[in-house]
């Protein structure tokens, strides 16, 4: 059974930065496609960014130019570095990865931006 297990999310003020990281266990071959998702309060879970095990990546365009999506293919991990946020990024950041026709989600990742 495939485990994520999210880290990184907390406060910050309008302009600053954070990184989001996920790590993927209980996988024996190598994980074709993981992203982030978002899910802000009265709205539907949102695509942030993607990225497939040859690095090929795609973003919600209100994240491009300021959010990059990374993995490391060795480790299973996929991280996220959030720079220029704004108060409307505040929401859940859920981690998913697509592994052997199934999808998997993390528990969820408060990022709360505000002054």
């Known amino acids: 059974q495939v485990q994520l297990v999210e880290s990184g999310g907390g406060l910050v003020q309008p302009g600053g930065s954070l990184r989001l990281s996920c790590a993927a266990s209980g996988t024996s071959f190598s994980i074709y496609f993981m992203g982030w998702y978002r899910q802000a309060p009265g709205k539907q879970r949102e695509l942030v960014a993607t990225i497939t095990s040859g690095g090929n990546t795609n973003y919600a365009d209100s994240v491009k130019g300021r959010f990059t999506i990374s993995r490391d293919n060795a480790n299973n991990t996929v991280s996220l570095q959030m720079n220029s946020l704004k108060p409307e990024d505040t929401a859940v950041y859920y981690c998913?990865?697509?592994?052997?026709?199934?999808?998997?989600w993390g528990q969820g990742t408060q990022v709360s931006v505000s002054s």
């Open positions: 998913y990865v697509h592994y052997l026709l199934k999808g998997y």
